[in-house]
């Protein structure tokens, strides 16, 4: 009888003990997911009103399975990272600028108990010195290997790195979290049709951080994505939305359905299919952020943008114009051709073409593109501190024909100057597309600087 009445017992202590470890594997962690954004940098772009959110943390939440994860998302651009909370992951997406800061926020949670895994651009450019300030890394693109690692640390056996052996295909994409995004209506809206660029500007970093193959999204995933999304406006968050002009003209057409308005990211020879231009417009387009970079031949070709013919500028530019669309054009400052008199001579040329508006740079050697391997070993980079890899607020490096400060002049003067009352009035009238949108804009830049 007594050892009935033990066996008993010790059936029931197994039990249990199966049942709380049952328990305890169905027991949701906490992740907390941040993109990350340094006081400096935030400082200088909470003072431009156009700002959309960065697509990444949105997107990777995406895959999570709320079934086994609780999740936080927290954009730094407008919220401040909840230290006094306890979670089991933090995720953090760094790009080079913010890196540094990345490291501190990892320190301040590991110091805390919550494990740490970073992913993002500069982890997969520089992934040994990443690792030394977390407990997990993701290198290059995460479609395959964050899943992968969300079910390893759910099930308590994560490897410390997780690499992107093959080339993730973009079928099959969920639909970003766009509800964890808080404090945002009409810059929330950012979609992924495509992935990758056809060329190899030496200053890009985009060969170095992605799979070295243009790749599409299925049309009908694009579009049931952009339906998910509330607001009228959105952007295309593609590196090159012109990369394949006919998968372009065909998601276009789909799109006009939806009589949403919208922007992308193209390259200027692509714009010379006038079919291509009549499709965006009926589409809702009205805004291309178009690289320019330069009105110099020598400085375009002096960093492999020779796709870029400066002769071709002003043909182009009308025909854009001329199909209602404007042009954001996207230009640096600080190639080895540039002099002093850079500055004054893209401003007369951005006035002649009505250029619509213009995020300005400062040239920045990003880690292991070929102009950081030349200047390196050229002796002309200044500092590793990745805080001034910014392009906005710093110069990293020596430049060719003036000084860190006169370049750093030239830009702050060029800003101030084709933001002007005078600018904006002669750009208008050269351009004429979206005037009440783009006089809109241009003032709001103006307020900020």
Request: glycine share 6%; aromatic share 12%.
């Given at each position: 009888m007594e050892n009935s009445i033990i066996l008993q017992r010790l059936l029931r202590r197994g039990r249990n003990e199966k049942l709380i470890k049952q328990d305890r594997v169905k027991k949701r962690k906490k992740i907390l997911m941040i993109t990350a954004e340094n006081k400096e940098i935030n400082s200088f772009r909470k003072k431009q009103f156009n700002n959309f959110i960065q697509i990444t943390m949105p997107?990777?939440?995406?895959?999570?399975?709320?079934?086994?994860?609780?999740?936080?998302?927290?954009?730094?651009?407008?919220?401040?990272?909840?230290?006094?909370?306890?979670?089991?992951?933090?995720?953090?997406?760094?790009?080079?600028?913010?890196?540094?800061?990345?490291?501190?926020?990892?320190?301040?949670?590991?110091?805390?108990?919550?494990?740490?895994?970073?992913?993002?651009?500069?982890?997969?450019?520089?992934?040994?010195?990443?690792?030394?300030?977390?407990?997990?890394?993701?290198?290059?693109?995460?479609?395959?290997?964050?899943?992968?690692?969300?079910?390893?640390?759910?099930?308590?056996?994560?490897?410390?790195?997780?690499?992107?052996?093959?080339?993730?295909s973009l079928r099959g994409l969920p639909i970003p979290k766009r509800n964890l995004v808080k404090k945002r209506f009409l810059t929330k809206g950012a979609v992924i049709a495509t992935r990758g660029c056809p060329y190899k500007c030496s200053y890009c970093n985009l060969k170095q951080i992605y799979c070295d193959s243009f790749r599409t999204r299925p049309i009908e995933e694009v579009i049931e994505d952009i339906k998910n999304i509330r607001s009228k406006y959105f952007v295309f968050w593609d590196d090159n939305f012109f990369?394949?002009?006919?998968?372009?003209?065909?998601?276009?057409i789909e799109l006009r359905k939806l009589k949403k308005k919208w922007a992308a990211q193209v390259t200027l020879e692509r714009c010379q299919d006038?079919?291509?231009?009549?499709?965006?417009?009926?589409?809702?387009c009205i805004y291309f952020f178009v690289g320019l970079e330069s009105f110099s031949q020598e400085g375009l070709n002096s960093v492999n943008k020779g796709i870029n013919n400066v002769d071709k500028y002003k043909k182009i530019i009308n025909l854009i114009h001329h199909n209602g669309i404007s042009i954001q054009a996207g230009i640096i400052f600080g190639l080895d051709t540039d002099t002093k008199d850079i500055f004054k001579e893209t401003l007369i040329a951005c006035n002649e073409l009505g250029i619509d508006g213009a995020t300005v740079s400062i040239l920045t050697p990003l880690p292991r593109t070929p102009i950081y391997e030349q200047m390196k070993n050229e002796g002309r980079l200044n500092t590793t501190d990745w805080t001034y890899y910014n392009g906005k607020t710093r110069v990293?490096?020596?430049?060719?024909?003036?000084?860190?400060?006169?370049?750093?002049?030239?830009y702050i003067w060029f800003r101030k100057q084709f933001y002007s009352i005078k600018s904006i009035w002669r750009r208008l009238r050269v351009s004429k597309a979206n005037i009440l949108y783009n006089l809109a804009m241009n003032l709001g830049y103006k307020l900020s600087i």
């Open positions: 997107y990777l939440a995406g895959f999570i399975d709320e079934s086994k994860y609780d999740i936080v998302l927290i954009d730094e651009y407008n919220q401040r990272i909840p230290y006094d909370n306890h979670f089991d992951l933090v995720a953090i997406t760094v790009n080079t600028p913010n890196a540094v800061h990345c490291y501190k926020i990892a320190e301040n949670f590991k110091q805390q108990g919550s494990k740490v895994v970073m992913g993002g651009p500069h982890v997969t450019l520089l992934p040994e010195e990443a690792m030394s300030y977390c407990d997990y890394i993701i290198v290059g693109e995460a479609e395959e290997t964050w899943p992968k690692f969300l079910e390893d640390f759910y099930n308590d056996c994560a490897k410390e790195k997780y690499m992107c052996d093959d080339i993730p990369g394949d002009i006919e998968y372009a003209k065909k998601l276009m006038e079919e291509l231009l009549k499709i965006a417009k009926e589409a809702g990293a490096f020596k430049p060719k024909n003036m000084t860190e400060d006169e370049l750093y002049e030239g």
